[in-house]
T-cell receptor, first 112, second 115 residues
Framework: NAGVTQTPKFRILKIGQSMTLQCTQD?????MYWYRQDPGMGLKLIYY???????DKGEVPNGYNVSRSTTEDFPLRLELAAPSQTSVYFC???????????FGDGTRLSIL | AQSVAQPEDQVNVAEGNPLTVKCTYS??????LFWYVQYPNRGLQFLLK??????LVKGSYGFEAEFNKSQTSFHLKKPSALVSDSALYFC?????????????FGAGTRLFVKA
């Protein structure tokens, strides 16, 4: 049982480049989330999805985009990378409101 | 609005001593409360949750937490700390009625257990 899988694990980008962070889960969860983790700041919600074809903004959505074409996949897109987007990105999923989230191991992104 | 506060950036404790990591929260409806642990270069791992029922909840690795509604607190405890408990701990809250089942996380508390 793989749970939530994120790729790549590490990436270095140049300012202005674009990339897609991949997230897939095999638990048939409807709800999926993208967070960024910065030192001393906890996790901030970027985007979330309540099911295939439905996405919504979280607390810090600027500079990011998402799509949800299938239940399993929830990719996060950075169009014009900026140094402020240097962070660790986590994907998570859940099925019911009283359950804990399942997290991937993160993507560590540096933008230089 | 939902919020979570972890007032201590770091907690230091000697191995074998009891430990407490503090958490207070604010929600408008009924709270669902969670503790997670994070080891280096890993995602968050679930420790325990309070949904309803007994105020003292037990979780993984000997951890427990006490829900206190009047003080809006959910402190994490362990009777006897291990060096291997050293990690980053996050408290999280979810309002039962929140759209999208969104969760608010505290800033984290780093636990350091000295041998």
């Amino acid at each position: 049982n793989a749970g939530v899988t994120q790729t790549p694990k590490f990436r270095i980008l140049k300012i202005g480049q674009s990339m897609t962070l991949q997230c897939t889960q095999d638990m048939n969860h409807n709800y999926m989330y993208w967070y960024r983790q910065d030192p001393g700041m906890g996790l901030k919600l970027i985007y979330y999805s309540v099911g295939a074809g439905i996405t919504d903004k979280g607390e810090v959505p600027n500079g990011y985009n998402v799509s949800r074409s299938t239940t399993e996949d929830f990719p996060l897109r950075l169009e014009l990378a900026a140094p402020s987007q240097t962070s660790v990105y986590f994907c998570a999923s859940i099925q019911q409101v009283n359950q804990p989230q399942h997290f991937g191991d993160g993507t560590r992104l540096s933008i230089l | 609005a939902q919020s979570v506060a972890q007032p201590e950036d770091q907690v230091n404790v000697a191995e074998g001593n009891p430990l407490t990591v503090k958490c207070t929260y604010s929600v408008s409806g009924n709270p669902y409360l969670f503790w997670y642990v994070q080891y280096p270069n890993r995602g968050l791992q679930f420790l325990l949750k309070y949904i309803t029922g007994d105020n003292l909840v037990k979780g993984s690795y000997g951890f427990e937490a006490e829900f206190n509604k009047s003080q809006t607190s959910f402190h994490l405890k362990k009777p006897s700390a291990l060096v291997s408990d050293s990690a980053l701990y996050f408290c999280a809250v979810r309002d039962e009625g929140t759209g999208g089942f969104k969760t608010i996380f505290g800033a984290g508390t780093r636990l350091f257990v000295k041998a």
